[in-house]
């Protein structure tokens, strides 16, 4: 099976004043080692770029990667971007891919392997019930992302698809979910820990 991987880092965080690439991750940076773990498993990587395009290209320089730049990133969300990278690999008969941002910490190359071997359409490792990344497509899963023009962008199409998704229960230090886990301290009450500011604003509301 040839898969190829789809890496966004066009569009900057919209939580964070930082360059989610740039952020260091064990040996290198968030980026570079997200590619390390596709590239130990043989997998063709195609990284799309936009915000700081020449500044990835340099992270990424001597690695074995196809670029895209995205010009309209500024004005599109992270689908947008990530159906340029798809389009790629597809022309380059990628038979599956997947499909990651950079706005969680990189997958290992263990947890990559393990999601190749799954079955099915769509392939979303998941932990604690709670879906992550990367996401793997066959090319009939990636022609209908392709065609798909809703809204809530990928975390939406995949809702769409319902039983279609093969949810993959990852072991514990695998792709964190969509949304980062938030932990405060409500005045007076025990530690909140919920899976995104929604259920932290539904916290406040009731107390």
């Known amino acids: 099976m040839n898969t190829a991987a789809v890496i966004v880092a066009a569009?900057?965080?919209?939580?964070?004043d930082r360059f989610?690439?740039?952020?260091?991750?064990?040996g290198g940076s968030m980026l570079t080692e997200t590619v390390k773990a596709f590239a130990q498993n043989g997998i063709g990587i195609y990284v799309v770029t936009g915000a700081k395009a020449e500044e990835v290209r340099a992270q990424l320089n001597g690695m074995e990667v196809s670029f895209i730049h995205?010009?309209?990133?500024?004005?599109?969300?992270?689908?947008?971007?990530?159906?340029?990278?798809?389009?790629?690999?597809?022309?380059?008969?990628?038979?599956?891919i997947m499909i990651t941002p950079l706005s969680i910490p990189p997958v290992s190359a263990g947890d990559?392997?393990?999601?190749?071997?799954?079955?099915?359409?769509?392939?979303?490792?998941?932990?604690?019930?709670?879906?992550?990344?990367?996401?793997?497509?066959?090319?009939?899963?990636?022609?209908?992302?392709?065609?798909?023009?809703?809204?809530?962008?990928?975390?939406?199409?995949?809702?769409?698809?319902?039983?279609?998704?093969c949810r993959l229960?990852?072991?514990?230090?695998?792709p964190l979910p969509f949304h980062e886990k938030i932990m405060v301290k409500l005045i007076g009450q025990e530690a909140f820990f919920g899976p995104g500011p929604r259920q932290l604003l539904i916290a406040i509301k009731t107390r």
């Open 20 to 26: 989610r690439p740039a952020l260091r991750q064990g």
């Open 70 to 96: 995205d010009p309209l990133y500024a004005r599109q969300d992270m689908l947008s971007s990530a159906k340029l990278g798809l389009r790629a690999a597809m022309e380059g008969d990628a038979d599956s």
């Open 112 to 165: 990559v392997a393990r999601i190749m071997q799954a079955e099915g359409d769509i392939i979303q490792p998941v932990r604690e019930g709670i879906g992550g990344h990367p996401v793997m497509l066959s090319r009939k899963g990636a022609e209908e992302l392709l065609d798909h023009q809703g809204g809530e962008g990928l975390r939406g199409w995949l809702r769409q698809q319902g039983e279609r998704v």
């Open 169 to 174: 229960e990852m072991k514990e230090k695998s």
């Open 11 to 16: 569009n900057p965080s919209r939580h964070s």
